[in-house]
């Protein structure tokens, strides 16, 4: 993707449509105007606002324009945002496919936040956060009129500028416990709280602990214990992608209201996953791992039932491709039979067809790995790797310098470093802290996991740092104990996954599409048992895609699961197929128990360290397999975690108002 397909408007055809259209659409209603036809009786439509447009993936084929309203009835105020039939020839997304993005009648009384985008190159847009934490995707005004859909707005509910953030508005902040309740949860504390209370990470500068005043360094940093629940710095606009994780972590029926208004009527996209398990499997692949999910609970019906029956549809489509056993792990004697005298690995695919079926020695990883993820090349030598690591680390050291020079004056004039460094500092004290490498006050590898996730917000600025990279990290760490090489291995990993936290949630939403389009392939019965029930989302899989299944499987099983996606061997895509996999192994129990939206997310919320690692990816092999072509075809081109293509502008939709 080029620079100018997202900046240059005059070669855009939905920029050169809507000059045709005319200046900009603005319809106010006055209590003397009737509603239009298309309205439901006693409505009044008092926003009306054309060429509107959601960018569902990074493609400009792909995006979607539409009609914005903001329709009153009664003492409610609705929006709504429907997308044109017909109105690109180029258009790689069907009339179905639109339907997705549709939204249809949300109360303002549903909406907690929106923020307002304005940067310096592009278009105008705006986040709309509903109470539940869902995000529906950003909202692009190619012919302006941000500032008359805030002030029209206005002008029927309460709408207040955040005190923490002068581009993020809160609606109705003054008396709703429960968005206040949903704001305030953390997916950490939700995930580790059953481990007792976790140490926070305080940060205390020369004049009495205020964070404005910059940043501190590593002797102002104390650990504390203790029984009481953090209050949580809440920015409802901040890292949009994590809160929609975190909040669909939590069942709620209020959850369940908001997400079926976005997904109603989208024939193809029948959203749910769910997780498969067996109580008895207990792994100790390496002593030193402590499992990270050990004090989690699984129901007494859930962790005592056998499997449920088979699929026939299974056996049916996969009986002569079923996928292969799964093979003992890459030992140091048969890793040095891939190399030559000087170090190159003489059959790059062969070696990670052996990585796929058996994955890596835990001894042998810190070498593998640098491998899989990219930073050393496949025909590298010794002395070559050598010398790039010396290169590495120096430049490493220079980008380290660069955050560690700033001294709290500048870091008060700098708040997107505050932010970062605040949030970052959070998140290290709560990231894999059952593990002995991270347990403990004073731990200088959480030390190292804070340096790190700040060098590389700044050594990526656009994309900075949102919460789950931590998640990312740790394991990374853990496996090369080394700062300069865990950084750079970070980075190169980043390349593929970066987009998972894009703000618009561009790469998830383009993941997300490709997971529905393969269940619908896949398991037919399934996807239209989803659509039949009201489960019109594949949220339920978004945690899983995020960070990689981080934290469905005990540590040692998702560095395992990590090695084999990464050697891309069937498919760079090889995680949709795993979600597939685990949602075919569950269907039977799905449609069996007729699970509504909240059954669902307590079921797969609660199987969590509980999934029978092997024989998912066993099925997701076969189902790669199966799939075939037609399975490459759901997902489309530059789908995470493909490598970008090449674009210098990698994350426009990270600009931010205010640095």
């Keep these: 993707m080029h620079e100018a397909e997202l900046h240059d408007l005059s070669d855009d055809a939905d920029y050169a449509a809507s000059i045709q259209q005319g200046s900009e659409s603005i319809y106010r209603g006055d209590s003397s105007k009737k509603s239009s036809c298309s309205e439901p009786e006693g409505a009044e439509i008092v926003y009306l606002k054309d060429n509107v447009?959601?960018?569902?993936?990074?493609?400009?084929?792909?995006?979607?324009?539409?009609?914005?309203?903001?329709?009153?009835?009664?003492?409610?105020?609705?929006?709504?945002?429907?997308?044109?039939?017909?109105?690109?020839?180029?258009?790689?997304?069907?009339?179905?496919?639109?339907?997705?993005?549709?939204?249809?009648?949300?109360?303002?009384?549903?909406?907690?936040?929106?923020?307002?985008?304005?940067?310096?190159?592009?278009?105008?847009?705006?986040?709309?956060?509903?109470?539940?934490?869902?995000?529906?995707?950003?909202?692009?005004?190619?012919?302006?009129?941000?500032?008359?859909?805030?002030?029209?707005?206005?002008?029927?509910?309460?709408?207040?500028?955040?005190?923490?953030?002068?581009?993020?508005?809160?609606?109705?902040?003054?008396?709703?416990?429960?968005?206040?309740?949903?704001?305030?949860?953390?997916?950490?504390?939700?995930?580790?709280?059953?481990?007792?209370?976790?140490?926070?990470?305080?940060?205390?500068?020369?004049?009495?602990?205020?964070?404005?005043?910059?940043?501190?360094?590593?002797?102002?940093?104390?650990?504390?214990?203790?029984?009481?629940?953090?209050?949580?710095?809440?920015?409802?606009?901040?890292?949009?992608?994590?809160?929609?994780?975190?909040?669909?972590?939590?069942?709620?029926?209020?959850?369940?209201?908001?997400?079926?208004?976005?997904?109603?009527?989208?024939?193809?996209?029948?959203?749910?996953?769910?997780?498969?398990?067996?109580?008895?499997?207990?792994?100790?692949?390496?002593?030193?791992?402590?499992?990270?999910?050990?004090?989690?609970?699984?129901?007494?019906?859930?962790?005592?039932?056998?499997?449920?029956?088979?699929?026939?549809?299974?056996?049916?489509?996969?009986?002569?491709?079923?996928?292969?056993?799964?093979?003992?792990?890459?030992?140091?004697?048969?890793?040095?039979?891939?190399?030559?005298?000087?170090?190159?690995?003489?059959?790059?695919?062969?070696?990670?067809?052996?990585?796929?079926?058996?994955?890596?020695?835990?001894?042998?990883?810190a070498e593998v790995w640098t491998f899989l993820m990219g930073y050393h090349e496949y025909g590298s030598t010794y002395a070559e790797r050598e010398y790039l690591m010396s290169i590495r680390k120096s430049e490493y050291e220079t980008i380290k310098r660069q955050w560690q020079s700033i001294s709290p004056e500048q870091a008060k004039k700098f708040t997107k470093f505050r932010e970062r460094k605040c949030l970052i500092e959070k998140d290290v004290v709560r990231t894999d802290r059952s593990l002995s490498f991270y347990d403990g006050d004073e731990n200088p590898n959480v030390y190292l996991l804070r340096d790190i996730l700040l060098s590389y917000s700044f050594y990526n600025f656009d994309l900075g740092y949102c919460q789950g990279m931590s998640d990312l990290l740790s394991p990374i760490l853990f496996v090369m104990r080394d700062e300069s090489e865990s950084f750079w291995c970070f980075v190169f990993l980043m390349e593929r996954l970066g987009p998972n936290f894009n703000r618009d949630q561009s790469g998830m939403h383009s993941q997300l599409f490709a997971l529905s389009k393969l269940v619908e392939l896949l398991d037919t019965p399934l996807h239209n048992y989803f659509m039949q029930n009201d489960c019109l989302n594949y949220f339920f899989c978004f945690r899983w895609i995020l960070i990689q299944f981080k934290r469905e499987f005990e540590y040692e099983k998702t560095m395992r699961l990590w090695e084999v996606l990464w050697t891309h061997y069937l498919s760079e895509h090889l995680h949709l197929y795993v979600c597939v996999a685990i949602l075919k192994r569950y269907r039977s129990k799905i449609m069996g128990e007729q699970m509504d939206f909240d059954t669902l997310l307590k079921f797969i919320n609660e199987l969590s360290g509980h999934i029978d690692l092997d024989a998912i990816l066993r099925d997701a092999e076969a189902l790669c397999i199966c799939a075939g072509e037609n399975g490459a075809a759901c997902i489309p081109p530059g789908t995470p975690p493909s490598l970008p293509l090449e674009d210098p502008m990698a994350y426009p939709q990270l600009d931010d108002d205010v640095l």
């Design 53 to 365: 447009t959601i960018h569902p993936t990074q493609y400009a084929s792909e995006r979607i324009s539409g009609r914005l309203k903001l329709i009153k009835q009664g003492s409610s105020l609705l929006m709504t945002w429907i997308p044109y039939k017909g109105q690109s020839s180029n258009a790689r997304l069907s009339e179905k496919d639109k339907n997705l993005y549709t939204i249809r009648a949300v109360p303002f009384s549903e909406i907690r936040s929106i923020r307002r985008h304005t940067p310096t190159l592009g278009w105008q847009y705006v986040i709309v956060v509903l109470s539940s934490g869902l995000a529906f995707p950003p909202l692009y005004f190619y012919n302006g009129g941000v500032k008359e859909f805030l002030g029209t707005i206005k002008q029927h509910v309460l709408l207040v500028r955040s005190a923490e953030d002068a581009n993020v508005f809160l609606v109705n902040d003054f008396q709703d416990p429960l968005q206040r309740t949903l704001s305030s949860l953390e997916i950490s504390r939700a995930v580790s709280v059953a481990n007792g209370p976790s140490p926070t990470l305080s940060t205390e500068s020369a004049s009495g602990g205020d964070p404005e005043n910059g940043a501190s360094d590593q002797s102002s940093i104390r650990f504390q214990q203790n029984g009481r629940q953090r209050q949580k710095h809440n920015d409802p606009a901040r890292d949009i992608s994590i809160q929609v994780l975190e909040k669909f972590s939590l069942v709620t029926r209020f959850a369940r209201e908001t997400t079926s208004q976005l997904f109603r009527e989208s024939h193809i996209d029948a959203f749910t996953p769910n997780e498969r398990k067996k109580h008895n499997q207990s792994t100790h692949d390496h002593q030193s791992v402590i499992m990270s999910n050990d004090s989690q609970k699984v129901p007494e019906d859930v962790s005592e039932t056998s499997d449920p029956p088979s699929d026939p549809l299974e056996f049916d489509r996969l009986s002569l491709v079923w996928g292969k056993p799964r093979q003992p792990p890459l030992r140091r004697e048969e890793w040095t039979t891939f190399l030559d005298s000087e170090g190159r690995v003489m059959d790059s695919k062969a070696l990670r067809k052996r990585i796929f079926y058996g994955g890596v020695e835990h001894n042998l990883r």
